[in-house]
């Protein structure tokens, strides 16, 4: 337990985040480069920013990072010059004219309980143009007895869940366009499993 809670403190910082991130972050966002033409993407917000590594991802457009971690948002700031706040995004708003076409919510969900994803999708929601998408990208709960469920258990997010979950949660709330599972891999071994999910806020 104590080992845990030195990870979990550890992983707080900034630098050391990154760099524990650093060796997957093409591969985690592969499949969201290959599923849309970035260049016709408006105004993006990315949830749960953490310390910026997306932003780089999102040069040319305008965007918007939030996360409730101060200490994120202060070194986002200083290291990559874009705009980020300090916010909890299931009560974040904005006015109509300011609303976002891309939403990107990259492996947080598995931290927080069913009830407070089903509060902060919907709220995310009302923060989507009328063409606007969320863009989801998460882990799924492995098969037991794997390298990568002794990863997902030894994981800060304390809600993996299987795929169908995933799919339960999403489909109320938003029109599928993408759903794809994928491997992050090192050494040629699957260390986490995860999906992407493509959608548009139901009518």
Request: proline share 4%; hydrophobic share 40%.
């Amino acid at each position: 337990m104590e080992t845990m809670s030195l990870t979990e403190t550890l992983l707080e910082q900034s630098f050391v985040y990154r760099l524990w991130q650093a060796p997957f972050v093409a591969q985690k966002f592969a499949p969201v480069l290959a599923h849309n033409n970035m260049s016709r993407v408006n105004r993006v917000l990315d949830v749960a920013c953490g310390p910026g590594t997306n932003s780089r991802q999102f040069a040319h457009t305008a965007y918007l990072g939030i996360d409730i971690n101060e200490g994120y948002i202060k070194s986002a700031r200083k290291r990559y010059g874009r705009d980020f706040i300090a916010a909890d995004a299931r009560t974040y708003r904005v006015a109509p004219e300011n609303r976002f076409d891309f939403i990107l919510v990259n492996s947080f969900l598995h931290h927080i309980d069913t009830g407070d994803v089903v509060e902060l999708l919907s709220n995310l929601r009302t923060l989507l143009t009328d063409d606007g998408c969320i863009h989801i990208l998460e882990h799924e709960l492995p098969a037991p007895g794997s390298i990568a469920r002794f990863l997902s258990d030894a994981d800060r997010g304390k809600f993996m869940r299987p795929l169908e979950d995933w799919e339960s949660i999403f489909t109320g709330l938003f029109h599928p366009i993408v759903f794809e599972t994928y491997p992050l891999t090192g050494a040629g071994v699957t260390l986490w499993e995860m999906f992407y999910f493509k959608g548009s806020a139901l009518k």
